[in-house]
């Protein structure tokens, strides 16, 4: 504070209380409040323009450092206003304390520390004892409150530990229970693998065992064809000399000739000496006589060097086979195929020219002979076929004579879809279909590009009305469809061994078609022959018609399609075609067996058991068979020996697609009413089926296992003792 004028020390008692302000408590409690928070340390002093004056102490504060408390600044008059002011610029630039800088000049801040260097001692009395005890229980009343508030802070802060241990324990547990699950899972895949290992283990060891069968039998029959020519050879050998050595005994055993009789005894034949005198022939007549006509005798003789066969008759000499070591006979191999495939044909062509449709039929050739085209009715397809068959044996390979005697009834057949002559085709559906079972592999890939599109287009003439629930007449009379598809199911099995003819197959095989004939205005034994047919379609990367020229058809949407197709009778029995009569119980039993063997065969190509498993319906479809045919059984109903053995295949057709594929089961149970009980209901009485098997007697061993598994991923242990134990009261 600054002296007064005349030097004297005025701090009395009663002069203080007057001097102090109305708001001074609430200051001081301020300041007590403010000096109990951390302090900003003021920055270093500088050397330029901080220094005070006398002038400046006119406002200084003094702290007493004993009492720790702040002192009281005596009122400032009005008439040190400016030198205030200045002050308090100055501490604005060296503490940057903005609140003190702001408060009004009645105002009693925080006192600022000494300069001793250059200020003298301002006071000579001390803060009163009144004051200074305020000011403790100011800073006692603040204390308080900060205690109560780190309280409140230390159990809130106890009660959110307590919420995160507890849901530690919570997640702790679901630790362990996943934990569960993932041990469970590995163990699983370790048996699946175990089992896997296994069984390629022994398909490995049974195909080295054939493979060691094969290689002994080939060498065993190389061992027989080559005794087969070493006893050839000794025979042809031990039959030439037999020839030999008989000649030979027949030239010696000859009977001699006639002695004739030789007058001159000389050696030579009478007639040919002639006695000439030289006294009746002169030389140049000798030289020119010719010789007379020889005797009989002479005309019979024929000296061996004029013989025109004489070079014909000379020995060879016999090389000794005793002292030569004997060499194999050469044969040719082709010449043996040749001459087997000859015979091969001549029993192809005359197979074919004995067929008969039945035994009560005409054999086929000779039918051929009542029907001709309309365009030459004058030649009947009897004379054609025999006209052509010896132009096919000269013109093509043997080994490619089946196929081309084929090809031509192919275009027969042709013909008569063009001119609309059907009355002779069941002959040639038969006759092909007769060709294919003895040559199948041989004949089939070289046929299907023309017999495919012909069988289905002949097929349509009877199976589009039939799907339009319109009649059939007449085609139905002279074309039967399921003689077209069993013919179909031939060429199909023929081209199934070399991936590019059965690729190939099912190019050739309309989408539309597949559809049409999967319909329930079919005849089931059309259907089902077309399950037969779908199962050749059963590749890596496609299921069922793949045409390559059509930009619109996706594989998978096709493949959807046919899926929806082929489970509809699992849920539904269908009806007669044009009749509203339902479908034989035995007939539908054997054709829901097909479906799902169909099913099970699609799993082993990874494209057709992800398009299965993804379908939004077969699942639930699948679930509502298990659950009728499990209603079937108890019902006592005919036919419980099948009825077993398709929920045998049935569940563990599903337990594969569950454990192996990522779906939502709710959303597939959803499509079929009271999917998700009927479900739950099928897994438990198959799961507990295996204490009482009485009625279960026929589902295989294995099924009560994967119910379990499969019940296990839907309920919880408790649910599962509930329905135990349903069950069991029931």
């Not at 630039?93 to 009004?104: F, T």
Request: glycine fraction near 4%; aromatic fraction near 6%.
């Amino acid at each position: 504070m600054a002296p007064h004028e005349d030097g004297e020390n005025n701090f009395s008692d009663d002069d203080f209380l007057n001097d102090i302000p109305a708001d001074a408590l609430d200051e001081l409690e301020n300041n007590a409040i403010a000096f109990t928070q951390a302090q900003i340390k003021p920055p270093p002093s500088s050397d330029y323009g901080d220094e005070f004056d006398d002038d400046d102490l006119d406002d200084a504060v003094v702290i007493d450092e004993a009492r720790s408390a702040p002192a009281v600044v005596p009122y400032i008059p009005r008439d040190n206003v400016d030198q205030a002011v200045r002050h308090e610029q100055f501490q604005r630039q060296r503490y940057g304390d903005a609140d003190i800088m702001n408060k009004p000049r009645n105002d009693i801040g925080p006192a600022r520390p000494r300069r001793p260097d250059h200020s003298p001692q301002l006071f000579s009395n001390p803060i009163s004892r009144e004051n200074s005890n305020f000011s403790r229980h100011t800073t006692q009343s603040v204390a308080d409150g900060d205690n109560e508030a780190l309280r409140k802070l230390v159990q809130e802060l106890q009660q959110k530990n307590k919420a995160l241990e507890q849901e530690t324990l919570s997640k702790n547990g679901e630790i362990s229970i996943l934990r569960g699950k993932i041990d469970k899972s590995e163990k699983e895949y370790e048996r699946t693998q175990a089992a896997k290992e296994k069984l390629h283990a022994e398909q490995l060891a049974k195909l080295q065992k054939d493979r060691e069968t094969a290689e002994v039998a080939a060498r065993n029959a190389t061992i027989e064809r080559d005794f087969t020519k070493q006893d050839l050879f000794e025979e042809t050998e031990r039959v030439k000399r037999l020839n030999k050595a008989k000649n030979s005994k027949d030239a010696q055993v000859m009977t001699p000739k006639k002695t004739k009789p030789m007058p001159f005894r000389d050696g030579f034949d009478d007639d040919e000496i002639e006695l000439l005198s030289p006294s009746k022939m002169s030389p140049s007549k000798f030289q020119k006589r010719q010789p007379g006509t020889p005797s009989r005798a002479a005309k019979r003789k024929r000296k061996a060097n004029d013989s025109p066969s004489a070079g014909a008759l000379d020995m060879l000499p016999v090389p000794d086979l005793l002292s030569q070591p004997q060499k194999a006979p050469f044969l040719d191999e082709s010449i043996l195929e040749r001459l087997v495939l000859q015979d091969d044909r001549s029993d192809f062509l005359a197979a074919m020219l004995d067929h008969r449709p039945n035994c009560d039929h005409l054999r086929t050739l000779e039918a051929f002979g009542k029907h001709s085209l309309p365009s030459s009715p004058n030649e009947s397809f009897s004379s054609l076929i025999l006209g052509e068959m010896p132009r096919i044996g000269m013109k093509k390979p043997i080994s490619e004579v089946p196929a081309e005697f084929c090809l031509f009834l192919i275009q027969l057949w042709s013909k008569c879809m063009d001119e609309k002559c059907y009355t002779p085709i069941y002959l040639f559906v038969d006759i092909l279909t007769f060709a294919l079972e003895l040559k199948t592999l041989s004949i089939a890939p070289h046929i299907i590009d023309q017999l495919i599109p012909l069988v289905q287009q002949t097929a349509d003439l009877v199976a589009i009305p039939r799907f339009n629930g319109e009649p059939c007449d007449p085609y139905d009379k002279d074309i039967n469809v399921s003689a077209c598809l069993a013919l179909t199911h031939l060429a199909a099995l023929g081209c199934v061994p070399e991936q590019d003819h059965i690729t190939r197959f099912w190019k050739l095989m309309r989408w539309d078609f597949v559809l049409l004939m999967l319909s329930q205005n079919q005849p089931p034994a059309d259907f089902e022959w077309m399950l037969r047919i779908l199962s050749t379609g059963v590749l890596k990367d496609t299921f069922g018609s793949n045409p390559v020229d059509n930009p619109r058809f996706k594989p998978s949407t096709n493949a959807g399609h046919i899926i929806e197709r082929l489970t509809y009778p699992l849920f539904e029995v269908p009806c007669l075609p044009m009749s509203a009569n339902k479908a034989d119980p035995d007939v539908v039993l054997k054709l829901r067996l097909q479906i799902i063997s169909l099913m099970t065969g699609m799993t082993r190509s990874p494209y057709a058991g992800n398009a299965l498993a993804s379908h939004p319906t077969a699942i639930g479809r699948l679930v509502s068979l298990i659950s009728d045919e499990l209603d079937g059984l108890y019902d006592h109903k005919s036919g419980r020996e099948d009825s077993a053995r398709l929920i045998s295949l049935a569940t563990r057709l599903l337990f594969h697609l569950v454990t192996r594929y990522e779906f939502d089961m709710q959303k597939k149970l959803s499509v079929i009413r009271g999917g998700s009980q009927k479900y739950l209901l099928c897994l438990a009485r198959l799961n507990f089926s295996e204490d009482d098997l009485v009625f279960e007697s026929g589902i295989d061993p294995d099924i009560p296992g994967c119910a379990l598994e499969m019940l296990e991923m839907v309920v919880t242990p408790e649910e599962g003792e509930a329905i135990q134990e349903a069950l069991s009261n029931g």
